[in-house]
């Protein structure tokens, strides 16, 4: 390097980062041998943060504004080099800005299944895929834990980390929301927030604001996905009897609009669980007791009546009508004694015989 680059890289005095990459998180500002001279001029721009770093120490940091460096305004600075004598000649440190804006559409995903368990289903292997935005809130710690002495920090590099802490926090984030995996679908904005609480933590620690957490998509395996669907099914079909029999009513139904040997074999092809509930015995209601038609008696000679069933028994009671008695009713030719007629016997056998002596 000649002699001219180094006397021209210690007068240069205007200190500013104008960035168009709009991924760059951390640039360092070269300088020649991190000499900066006094009474420099330093830029810092909306959403920018500039940070002085003086033999691996953070020393001062700079707002958005326009600042002359001098001994004023970097006091920390001054106090580590220990100017006893003046600040008249160059400075060396090392200058990083940091870019505080709001990075969006960060993607994060579950690179292989994450175990979990469910109250439903047991243990389930998961995938998981979303986005999310993050903001650097504090520059000191960002640079110390996470960027070190990178010259040009992206967001892929901050990604990455971030996607190993949101896929270890997965389980732990599912599980403390306790939602079902049947009602994932249906809650990713409160499993996204939960999962932003879970992390806040360790985000913070490396001075990272985690913003607009989102769940994207939940998916299972195939076997697990068939399952759900069988369930689905179910649950769609309610009463499995009543829907057994509608839909033989229907095949039968079928059957007989397509008629002839086609039709005849539509009954065949009806599923045995179906056949089953056709063909099994409906319980007979229990059976109404036989009316009793009104008789005509014969009583001193003469008819008398006609008499329904409580009359009948009641003259059995008093000894009126008894076997030997004539009786008719319609549809008998005569007369006919009461013991032969098949209907009265159910009149005899109601009343109790007479008590014994004692």
């Known amino acids: 390097m000649g002699i001219w680059d180094k006397i021209k890289g210690e007068f ?73 004598y003046g600040f008249n000649s160059p400075f060396k440190a090392e200058v990083y800005f940091v870019n505080t804006k709001r990075f969006t559409a960060m993607k994060w995903g579950t690179a292989n299944p994450v175990m979990m368990r469910d109250q439903d289903f047991g243990a389930v292997r998961v995938r998981a895929f979303g986005t999310y935005a993050f903001r650097i809130i504090d520059p000191g710690k960002f640079l110390k834990e996470l960027a070190g002495t990178d010259w040009h920090f992206t967001t892929e590099e901050v990604n990455e980390h971030l996607r190993n802490q949101i896929v270890a926090k997965f389980p732990e984030a599912v599980s403390t929301a306790g939602i079902p995996l049947l009602d994932l679908a249906s809650k990713y904005t409160q499993l996204g927030d939960n999962i932003q609480v879970v992390l806040k933590p360790g985000m913070e620690e490396i001075g990272v604001e985690l913003l607009n957490f989102n769940v994207e998509n939940v998916s299972v395996p195939p076997e697990v996905e068939a399952a759900i669907d069988k369930r689905s099914s179910m649950g769609a079909v309610g009463n499995l009897s009543d829907f057994n029999q509608y839909q033989a009513g229907v095949a039968m139904e079928k059957a007989a609009e397509s008629g002839g040997p086609a039709g005849m074999g539509i009954g065949m092809m009806i599923p045995p669980i179906v056949q089953q509930s056709i063909q099994q015995p409906q319980a007979a209601p229990a059976p109404a007791p036989p009316a009793l038609p009104t008789f005509h008696v014969a009583v001193n000679g003469q008819p008398s009546g006609p008499y329904d069933h409580a009359a009948l028994q009641a003259m059995v009671a008093n000894g009126t009508l008894t076997p030997d008695t004539l009786v008719w009713t319609t549809g008998m030719t005569d007369w006919a004694k009461a013991s032969a007629v098949a209907g009265l016997s159910l009149v005899f056998g109601s009343v109790p015989p007479p008590i014994p002596p004692q």
Request: aromatic share 10%; glycine share 6%; proline share 3%.
């Open 12 to 84: 240069i005095d205007i200190i500013e980062w104008t960035d168009d990459s709009q991924d760059t998180i951390v640039y360092r500002f070269e300088r020649q041998g991190n000499e900066i001279k006094n009474e420099a001029k330093l830029t810092v721009r909306e959403s920018q943060v500039a940070v002085f770093v003086n033999e691996g120490q953070i020393a001062d940091v700079f707002t958005p504004g326009m600042y002359t460096l001098n001994t004023q305004n970097l006091p920390i600075l001054s106090t580590l080099q220990g100017w006893k």
